[in-house]
């Protein structure tokens, strides 16, 4: 079972910015795709952004331009860079992880993303 553990998450300031990091275990495990998903009381939980192997990504038209996903050297780890942070973008913040050997995604438990008004 991959289990998936989120940070960075917490206050941020309109205009300001916030980055989060998602690293998954065990480390041999196939991971294929890692993304992050963002969710509000009372409505479906979205995709934000998703990274795979060799890099190539896939953001929601609200945050292209403003957040940048990344991963690291190990590719264990995904970032997201959440740049000019607005109001809207509060709401709970999800690590999903893809494996090409399993039928289901992982997810983290979220992270609160709170920005002042």
């Known amino acids: 079972q991959v289990q998936l553990v989120e940070s960075g998450g917490g206050l941020g300031e309109a205009g300001g910015s916030l980055r989060l990091s998602c690293t998954y275990s065990?480390?041999?495990?196939?991971?294929?795709?890692m993304g992050w998903y963002y969710q509000v009381p009372g409505k479906q939980r979205e995709l934000v952004a998703e990274?795979?192997?060799?890099?190539?990504?896939n953001y929601a038209d609200s945050v292209t331009g403003r957040f940048a996903l990344s991963r690291n050297p190990a590719k264990d780890t995904v970032y997201l860079e959440m740049n000019t942070l607005k109001p809207d973008h509060t709401g709970v913040y999800y690590c999903?992880?893809?494996?090409?050997?399993?039928?289901?995604?992982?997810w983290g438990q979220g992270t609160q993303v709170t920005v002042a008004s």
């Open positions: 990274i795979a192997d060799g890099g190539m990504t």
């Open positions: 065990p480390r041999d495990f196939a991971i294929n795709i």
């Open positions: 999903r992880a893809y494996s090409d050997f399993c039928p289901s995604s992982f």
